[in-house]
């Protein structure tokens, strides 16, 4: 399945809960919701990936993790701005794009990992879409 699709392969989401599955905080969740109600949830990533995007959605934006300190120090040098990030299935995977616009062109950064793509934007407040395949699997599940 390929994941270079149009956008009407992809539907508007928002992050409506998030947090741990286990008590020490080491599994994180969190549950992307369509505008039309559908939800979709992710576990199974970093219960620290998970405290981030929980601290950016609350606004507090004053310490980054040195990963994303990088996206944010190459995007500054390069005049860079991520635009959205784009969740699919690859495989049995989350993965995400991540679409940044230059003076220029556009750099789509491919298949990277679902969870650090959604904390990357909480960070910089932008959207979040995911393949519709998605919530229909969900659904026939």
Same mark, same amino acid.
Request: glycine share 6%; no cysteine.
């Given at each position: 399945?390929?994941?270079?699709?149009?956008?009407?392969?992809?539907?508007?989401?928002?992050?409506?809960?998030?947090?741990?599955?286990d008590?020490?905080?080491? +599994?994180?969740?969190?549950?992307?919701k369509?505008?039309? =109600?559908?939800?979709?949830?992710?576990?199974?990533?970093?219960?620290?990936?998970?405290?981030?995007?929980?601290?950016?959605?609350?606004?507090?934006?004053?310490?980054?993790?040195?990963?994303?300190?990088?996206?944010?120090?190459?995007?500054?040098?390069?005049?860079?701005?991520?635009?959205e990030?784009?969740?699919?299935?690859s =495989?049995?995977?989350?993965?995400?794009?991540?679409?940044?616009? =230059?003076?220029?062109?556009?750099?789509?950064?491919?298949?990277?990992?679902?969870?650090?793509?959604?904390?990357?934007?909480?960070?910089? +407040?932008?959207?979040?879409?995911?393949?519709?395949?998605?919530? +229909?699997?969900?659904?026939?599940?």
């Amino acid at each position: 399945m390929s994941n270079h699709s149009s956008d009407d392969d992809y539907i508007d989401v928002e992050i409506s809960n998030i947090g741990y599955v286990d008590n020490l905080g080491l +599994e994180g969740f969190l549950v992307l919701k369509s505008m039309d =109600g559908k939800e979709f949830p992710i576990n199974a990533f970093s219960g620290e990936v998970a405290k981030h995007i929980l601290r950016f959605k609350q606004g507090d934006k004053t310490t980054i993790p040195t990963i994303y300190n990088l996206v944010e120090e190459i995007a500054v040098l390069q005049d860079l701005l991520l635009m959205e990030t784009r969740i699919y299935l690859s =495989g049995s995977l989350l993965r995400a794009n991540l679409y940044f616009r =230059g003076r220029k062109d556009t750099l789509i950064l491919r298949n990277y990992r679902a969870s650090d793509a959604i904390a990357l934007a909480s960070y910089y +407040e932008v959207p979040i879409k995911v393949r519709k395949n998605l919530f +229909e699997e969900t659904i026939q599940q």
